[in-house]
Each structure stands twice: as C-alpha cells, then as structure tokens.
C-alpha cells in the first residue's frame, strides 16, 4: 500500500459526519455547545444558544439571517476528539478522530433543508426529552433516517427533572420508532432522586453532582467508578437505598435481552441508548465517547454513473449506478445546501458540498459533472471551530464551502474527471401554495431571477404553468414563505401581491417505464397534457408536476393515468 493510500485510509477512519436530531426544546442546542465545549471547539457556552435565541420570532431571525456570515460558521462544526482505546502516543491520525457536526435547522418550517442535512451525514444523534418521551417530529426525522439505514445514537436528556420511567422511554422509542434499544448507561433515579448512571458497558458508577453552576462551563467532571459487577457491595454504599431499585431495572434488561450487535448498529437498526442532563453536562462526556468509539466513518455511497449521471435518461435507457468507496482516489462529492447572498453587495452564494472520495487539496480543479467542465476551487472553505478559513486539505466526511455565483446547485456532483451523480438527495411536496402578482411588470425579470435563485438554493419550490405566465411558489411551512416574501424585496426589489391559490399537494409526473411501450407512454402523456392542462405546471428544474386543488382530485387523477407514475418526492437531478 503506498503513502498516500494509507494516509487517505487513516483520514477516512477517522472522521465522523453527524447530526443531532430532536423535538424543539428536548436540548439540542444545549447538547450542541456542551459537545463543543467538551470538544474544545468553543471556550464558552451561550455562543449556539444566542444564535437560537434570535430564531425564536421571524423578524428577529431574518435580521440574524442579514448577517449569514455568522449561520455559515456555525452551519458545519468541526472538532477533533481522542478515540477511547487508543494510546495516548499514538500519533494524532490515528488518535484523534475528526468530528463534523452538521447543524440542522431549528425551525420545523425548514425541514426540507433538515432532511437534505440528513443525506450528508454518517450517522444522527437523537436528543430525547426523558419527560415527553418520542415527539412528532423526531418521528419524521427518524423516518428520514431510515430511509438512507443511517446509524442513530441516543440521548435521553433532562434527567436531573421528573421523567418518564426509564424503562417506559425504552419501550416507547421501540413501538414508536420502531428501533430496538441497546441501554449503554442507565440511570439511577430522576429529578431531585437523580445519583447518576450506572455505565453497563465499561461497569462504571457516574455520579451526578447537581451542579450549583449548571449551565456554566464546569467541565470539572470526576471519571466514572470502576465496580466488579452490578452486586458490587460499593453501588449500595455509594446508592444506599437506590442500589436496589438499580439493580432491579439491570435485571428486567438483561431479561429483556438486547445485546449490541454492531452490523444491526450500522445498519440503523438498533440504537445504543445514554442517559443523563446536557444542561449539568451530565453523560455528555460518556456520550461523545460512545459516539466517537461506535460512529462508523464515511461508507461507500451509490451514484448515477456514464450518461445518465448528466442528462436525465429517456424512457427505457439502463442507468448505471456504482458504489463509490470513501477510500477510492478519485476526488468526488455533492452539494446539500446552498446560502445565497451572504454579502449582499456581492451576490455571492456559498455551496455546501460533502466529500466523499479522495483527497481535496487547495488550488486544485474539480469536475463539475452536470456542467461538464472543470472549475477552480482555490477559494474553498473550511468550517473549523469558530472561524471559517480557506481550506488547505479536506479528506472524505468533510464539508467544504464553496462559493460561486450561480454556477452549483443543490444536488450537484463534482468528480475528478468522472461521469458520476450521487443520489438520494430529495425534493419534498410543497402544501403551502402563493400565486405571485407583481405590482410592477417592469420587475418580471427581477423576479424569475429571484424565484430561480431561491428555489436553486432549496428556499422554497417554484412552478411555471404549462398554460399562462404567472407564477405559483409553493413552501413547506408558512415561515418558508415569509423568508421568501422578505428576501424578494430585499434582495430582488421585487414588489407583489402573494395570492392563495388552492392547491393542496404536488406530484411530479414521469411515464411508468415498467409494463408500458414507449409509442403507448408519449400517446398518454399528450393526452395528459391536454386534459390537466390547467393543474400542469415545470419546476425550478424543468420537471413536469400535476398541483392538485384536493386529495380527492389527485386520486382521481392518478387513477385515470395509471399509465403515469405521480410521485411526492423527487430527487434533485
Ligand atoms: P432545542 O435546541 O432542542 O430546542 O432545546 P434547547 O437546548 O434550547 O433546550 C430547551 C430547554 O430545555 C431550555 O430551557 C434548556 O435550558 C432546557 N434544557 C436543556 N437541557 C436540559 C437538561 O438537561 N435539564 C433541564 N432541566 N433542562 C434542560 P429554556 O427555559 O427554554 O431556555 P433557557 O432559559 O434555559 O435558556
């Protein structure tokens, strides 16, 4: 093996690409900047929490938004972390490991860019609030997560408050999410009763100081104590009348038989559950161990190769796929998210891309696959702890920032040279709808430039119709659409009138390639076009989509075509 190969293989092992995903309010800021400060990547807390504090009202958050510099740094957070069980001499790349977490947006309205944030991870964390138990949204987004096997680990946060019983959570994240639990610390009591966490894997008793400076950066923490066992006569004299009660709960568990299985763990079908209160930095320390020592590193990851990775292929074409090996030496990598005009005197438009082959070094040249040429990337950025700066070298798992002015899309793939599109990235059903009328016709141009801006960043979808020239834009969430109206005038100068329309949801329509003749497809769609003339309208990507005034309307609809597929997602192409 040569130099370079090891070196690239040693890189890859060690890095580890994650989200934290929650419920608003179960702690995922807090556990945020407490694995930041136990990281070192931050010297104090408040710095993540002031940024959420400025989301909590739309006003507020778009001023913060006016100043993207500071949610660009923010957006990717790196920082490196010793790998339990490696010797403290060994040398830094095979000690440390690189930790990128990727900051996912707090607001439920944008959870298209969530789940975009979700296909350039490794691996998520789920923050549980011990007294909600499962929330809605942590459903979707564990759906997310299992539509790509992404590994999960889990927190149950806030114990030092009355909680659910811990066996209840348990029993709750299985039948709710469907993910068997693997306990890997188990708490001894909650609220005012709260000792601790008795570590079942490395057989430690943790015991919980309520610390009079929560909150503060104490991170002062005494280490676990060693005991021989679960009957070690040290837990009743360090847990007096909560011995008992602990090792009952260690026996329905053991009863209950969930052992580790690590393929099940990668597979994301099974979860390692840790206890304790990110606010008393309690179990952050044991959790940012686990996550490092268990957390795979970038894997391989199936892209579009040849033809079909350019151009969309035509009805009956074979699309080639192959699996890309992070440790494979060609550079390659694809762009999740997009932030337009961080300056506004600029114009300029960072794009977030996710390497996940080969080696990127400064001033070198990436292929840019849907464009087919090779541009310049000298003035990408790294996201290194609080500071962007420009990035000398980035290997597999790393985000870098690379600013253009138009050029990259989301969904966009760069190579060495290759023919090659990652998939998976989606597009979600918008169900909010605004029909857009200027106030001025002088501003059309201003506006297409602005709406194709918008819906190329993910800000929101736009639709053309078929029929008539005025556009509708569909969001998510109602605050998608209030960022958009803001932006427009700010950013574009463009004046108008939002009216509702009533559509309801969108599906974008493709020919059902399997059991049809092409002659039969092209025969069917002309007739489609024809009769759904007035619900037809193009994306922001040329693609065909039936806006549906109500459900009823589009069963209907998907009945008559069954010739037709309708789909709610759609991959970014
Ligand atoms: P989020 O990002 O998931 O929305 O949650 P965030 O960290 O902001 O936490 C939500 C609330 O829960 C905050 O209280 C936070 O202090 C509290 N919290 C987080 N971790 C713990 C914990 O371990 N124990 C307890 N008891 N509370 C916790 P807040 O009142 O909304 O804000 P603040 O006034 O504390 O800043």
């Not at 007096?240 to 038989?257: K, M, P, S, V, Y």
């Not at 892209?303 to 440790?327: L, N, Q, Y």
Request: aromatic share 8%.
């Amino acid at each position: 093996m040569s130099k370079v190969d090891a070196t690239a293989r040693a890189e890859v092992r060690r890095r580890r690409t994650f989200a934290i995903i929650s419920h608003p309010d179960a702690g995922k800021t807090t556990l945020t900047e407490k694995l930041l400060l136990f990281g070192g990547a931050i010297q104090m807390a408040g710095a993540v929490r002031a940024r959420k504090a400025a989301r909590h009202a739309v006003s507020d958050w778009m001023k913060m938004e006016q100043e993207r510099g500071i949610s660009v740094t923010t957006s990717v957070m790196s920082f490196e972390y010793p790998i339990p069980g490696i010797p403290a001499d060994a040398p830094d790349i095979e000690r440390l490991a690189n930790v990128n977490l990727l900051d996912t947006p707090g607001h439920a309205d944008f959870g298209e860019d969530t789940y975009r944030v979700l296909t350039a991870v490794d691996s998520a964390l789920m923050v549980i609030d011990g007294a909600k138990g499962v929330e809605s949204r942590t459903e979707k987004l564990i759906e997310i997560c299992r539509m790509r096997d992404t590994p999960v680990i889990t927190f149950v946060n806030k114990f030092d408050r009355e909680c659910l019983a811990p066996l209840e959570l348990l029993d709750e994240i299985e039948d709710k999410l469907g993910i068997p639990c693997v306990p890997w610390t188990w708490p001894i009591g909650m609220g005012k009763r709260f000792k601790g966490v008795y570590h079942l894997v490395d057989q430690q008793l943790h015991l919980f100081k309520p610390s009079d400076k929560a909150g503060e950066d104490n991170l002062e923490l005494s280490e676990g104590i060693p005991v021989s066992g679960i009957d070690d006569p040290r837990i009743d004299e360090l847990l007096g009348d909560q011995a008992d009660d602990l090792r009952e709960d260690i026996e329905l568990l053991e009863g209950a038989g969930a052992e580790f299985d690590r393929e099940a763990f990668l597979a994301g079908k099974q979860t390692p559950l840790l206890f304790g209160s990110a606010m008393n930095n309690f179990g952050v320390r044991e959790l940012l161990r686990t996550f490092v020592s268990l957390a795979p590193p970038p894997q391989q990851r199936e892209a579009i190769v040849g033809k079909a990775a350019i151009e969309p292929p035509k009805p009956g074409d074979p699309v080639e796929t192959r699996m890309i090996a992070a440790v494979d030496p060609e550079f390659s990598g694809f762009v999740f998210k997009i932030q337009a005009n961080m300056d506004p005197n600029h114009r300029d438009r960072m794009a977030f891309m996710r390497i996940c082959s080969g080696k990127f070094a400064r001033g070198m040249k990436a292929h840019h696959v849907r464009l087919g040429r090779d541009v310049g990337m000298s003035n990408a950025l790294a996201f290194l702890a609080r500071s962007r700066e420009l990035v000398e070298e980035a290997w597999p798992g790393d985000i870098i920032g690379v600013p253009n002015h138009g050029t990259i899309k989301i969904g966009d793939s760069f190579s060495g040279g290759s023919k090659l599109r990652y998939t998976g990235i989606p597009s979600f059903a918008p169900e909010l709808f605004r029909r857009v009328l200027l106030k001025t016709p002088l501003k059309a141009k201003a506006l297409a430039k602005g709406l194709r801006q918008l819906s190329e960043e993910g800000a929101i979808q736009v639709f053309k119709p078929l029929l008539g020239a005025t556009w509708v834009v569909g969001a998510v969430g109602q605050l998608q659409l209030e960022v958009m109206k803001h932006r427009l005038l700010d950013e574009y100068s463009v004046e108008a009138a939002y009216e509702h329309v009533d559509f309801t949801t969108t599906r974008w329509v493709t020919p059902n390639l399997e059991g049809y003749a092409k002659q039969d497809l092209d025969k069917v769609m002309s007739n489609f076009k024809r009769k759904c003339e007035e619900n037809l309208y193009v994306d922001g990507h040329d693609d065909l989509v039936y806006l549906a005034p109500n459900k009823w309307n589009m069963i209907k609809t998907e009945e008559r075509f069954p010739e037709l597929r309708f789909e709610a997602t759609r991959e970014h192409s």
